[in-house]
Protein backbone atom coordinates (compact mmCIF):
# COMPACT_ATOMS: atom_id res chain seq x y z
CA UNK A 1 0.00 0.00 0.00
CA UNK A 2 1.69 3.53 -1.13
CA UNK A 3 1.40 6.11 1.77
CA UNK A 4 2.95 9.64 1.64
CA UNK A 5 4.69 10.03 5.22
CA UNK A 6 5.09 13.90 6.01
CA UNK A 7 7.64 15.77 8.37
CA UNK A 8 8.24 18.73 9.31
CA UNK A 9 5.41 22.35 9.89
CA UNK A 10 4.83 23.66 12.73
CA UNK A 11 4.73 27.37 14.12
CA UNK A 12 7.66 30.22 13.19
CA UNK A 13 7.07 33.81 13.24
CA UNK A 14 6.92 35.94 10.47
CA UNK A 15 10.11 35.80 8.26
CA UNK A 16 11.20 32.63 9.48
CA UNK A 17 11.77 29.39 7.96
CA UNK A 18 10.51 26.30 7.91
CA UNK A 19 11.34 22.81 5.68
CA UNK A 20 8.99 19.71 4.85
CA UNK A 21 9.53 16.34 3.69
CA UNK A 22 7.56 13.79 2.35
CA UNK A 23 8.70 10.17 1.47
CA UNK A 24 7.05 7.39 -0.80
CA UNK A 25 6.57 4.05 1.23
CA UNK A 26 5.06 0.79 -0.04
CA UNK A 27 5.91 1.30 -3.66
CA UNK A 28 8.40 0.08 -5.90
CA UNK A 29 8.11 2.80 -8.68
CA UNK A 30 9.74 5.87 -8.64
CA UNK A 31 6.93 8.93 -8.40
CA UNK A 32 6.63 10.85 -11.60
CA UNK A 33 5.63 14.45 -10.08
CA UNK A 34 5.64 15.22 -6.23
CA UNK A 35 4.39 18.56 -5.15
CA UNK A 36 2.75 20.10 -2.43
CA UNK A 37 -0.73 21.77 -2.03
CA UNK A 38 -2.37 23.65 0.89
CA UNK A 39 -4.76 24.77 1.95
CA UNK A 40 -6.20 27.39 4.58
CA UNK A 41 -9.54 27.60 6.35
CA UNK A 42 -12.21 28.68 4.47
CA UNK A 43 -10.38 28.46 1.07
CA UNK A 44 -9.85 26.04 -2.09
CA UNK A 45 -6.35 23.55 -1.56
CA UNK A 46 -4.01 25.50 -4.33
CA UNK A 47 -0.78 24.38 -5.64
CA UNK A 48 1.92 25.72 -4.18
CA UNK A 49 4.89 23.69 -5.53
CA UNK A 50 5.43 20.91 -7.78
CA UNK A 51 8.70 19.30 -9.51
CA UNK A 52 8.91 16.19 -12.50
CA UNK A 53 11.49 13.32 -11.92
CA UNK A 54 13.67 15.38 -14.14
CA UNK A 55 13.70 18.15 -11.66
CA UNK A 56 11.38 20.42 -13.52
CA UNK A 57 10.11 22.87 -11.22
CA UNK A 58 6.55 24.89 -11.17
CA UNK A 59 5.70 27.19 -8.32
CA UNK A 60 2.56 29.32 -7.23
CA UNK A 61 3.35 33.23 -7.68
CA UNK A 62 2.82 33.85 -4.34
CA UNK A 63 5.88 31.71 -3.12
CA UNK A 64 8.29 32.34 -5.86
CA UNK A 65 11.57 33.46 -4.21
CA UNK A 66 10.46 32.37 -1.18
CA UNK A 67 10.06 28.83 -1.07
CA UNK A 68 12.14 25.78 -2.98
CA UNK A 69 11.31 22.63 -3.84
CA UNK A 70 13.82 19.76 -4.34
CA UNK A 71 13.45 16.06 -4.31
CA UNK A 72 15.74 12.95 -3.98
CA UNK A 73 14.57 10.17 -6.37
CA UNK A 74 16.70 7.43 -4.65
CA UNK A 75 14.55 8.08 -1.61
CA UNK A 76 11.61 8.87 -3.32
CA UNK A 77 11.37 11.73 -1.19
CA UNK A 78 10.47 15.85 -1.87
CA UNK A 79 11.53 18.48 0.34
CA UNK A 80 9.88 22.12 0.46
CA UNK A 81 12.45 24.63 1.89
CA UNK A 82 10.00 27.85 2.78
CA UNK A 83 12.04 30.92 3.82
CA UNK A 84 10.67 34.26 4.57
CA UNK A 85 7.38 33.33 5.34
CA UNK A 86 3.87 35.36 6.32
CA UNK A 87 1.10 34.86 7.93
CA UNK A 88 -0.63 34.00 4.56
CA UNK A 89 1.07 31.42 4.46
CA UNK A 90 -0.88 30.08 7.19
CA UNK A 91 -2.47 26.98 6.24
CA UNK A 92 -2.25 22.53 6.09
CA UNK A 93 -0.06 21.48 3.86
CA UNK A 94 0.01 18.49 1.47
CA UNK A 95 1.98 16.38 -0.18
CA UNK A 96 0.83 14.90 -3.34
CA UNK A 97 2.95 12.32 -5.73
CA UNK A 98 1.96 10.55 -8.92
CA UNK A 99 2.85 7.27 -8.76
CA UNK A 100 2.40 4.36 -11.42
CA UNK A 101 0.09 6.70 -12.61
CA UNK A 102 -1.77 6.85 -9.31
CA UNK A 103 -2.03 9.86 -7.45
CA UNK A 104 -1.35 9.59 -3.94
CA UNK A 105 -1.77 12.33 -0.87
CA UNK A 106 -0.16 13.05 1.78
CA UNK A 107 -2.13 13.38 5.49
CA UNK A 108 -1.18 16.59 5.70
CA UNK A 109 1.00 18.66 7.95
CA UNK A 110 -0.22 22.19 9.77
CA UNK A 111 2.05 25.43 9.16
CA UNK A 112 1.16 28.19 11.27
CA UNK A 113 3.39 31.98 10.86
CA UNK A 114 2.64 34.56 13.67
CA UNK A 115 2.54 38.23 12.60
Known amino acids: QVQLVESGGGLVQAGGSLSLSCAVS????????MGWYRQAPGKQRELVAD???????NYANSVKGRFTISRDNTKNTVYLQMNSLKPEDTAVYYC?????????WGQGTQVTVSS
Open 26 to 33: GSIFRANV
Open 96 to 104: YAEVNLNNY
Open 51 to 57: ITRGANT
